[in-house]
């Protein structure tokens, strides 16, 4: 019994104290470099104020500038500025297309469109609303925020587009 316990105690020793070649190494992981995994969607935006004339239509193209990143899968969002919050004096901002109602009973919308590098702004109004009977506070210093937003990002984390302070968590 005395040689069992003896030889296993060897070989308990030898077994826990023996070393070998390190294994191939492996793969590998992703690290967001390769844009597959670990990648931080981060939306981007930029602002213009922009005039509303009668002579470009009461429209407006706004190139998006070269150092925003684009991809055919990308979302554009366009707010317009519509106040300030009387309490804190924080900046408050409205998805478009915005309606608005003129003192004559009226109504157009602030709205836009866009193509793959550029954002058009305009006006918008039923025929029969004459867009030159519009206020000058309607038409001139208008103050417009474009963000561009990864789709997947907004997918897969279930953003409300509508509510402006979600979106721009997401914006640098």
Do not use: H
């Not at 069992?4 to 023996?18: G, R, W």
């Not at 995994?37 to 070269?66: A, H, K, M, W």
């Not at 590098?117 to 004459?130: G, K, S, W």
């Amino acid at each position: 019994m005395k040689r069992l316990l003896s030889a296993l105690s060897v070989f308990a020793i030898l077994l826990t104290s023996c070393t070998g070649e390190q294994g191939p190494p492996g793969f590998d992981g992703r690290d967001g470099q390769d844009g597959l995994n670990g990648v931080n969607f981060v939306g981007q935006s930029f602002e213009r104020t922009i005039d509303f004339l009668p002579e470009n239509n009461y429209e407006e193209y706004i190139v998006i500038p070269n150092s925003i990143e684009l991809l055919d899968t990308d979302m554009t969002l366009a707010y317009i500025l519509w106040e300030q919050d009387p309490n804190t004096g924080n900046d408050v901002w409205r998805l478009i297309p915005q309606i608005v109602y003129t003192d004559s009973g009226d109504q157009f919308q602030y709205n836009y469109d866009y193509s793959f590098d550029e954002v058009r702004l305009f006006i918008d109004a039923p025929n029969n609303v004459d867009l030159n009977t519009l206020s000058t506070g309607a038409t001139l210093n208008q103050t417009f925020r474009i963000v561009i937003l990864p789709v997947d990002f907004i997918n897969s984390n279930n953003i409300d587009v509508t509510n402006y302070n979600q979106v721009i968590d997401y914006v640098q």
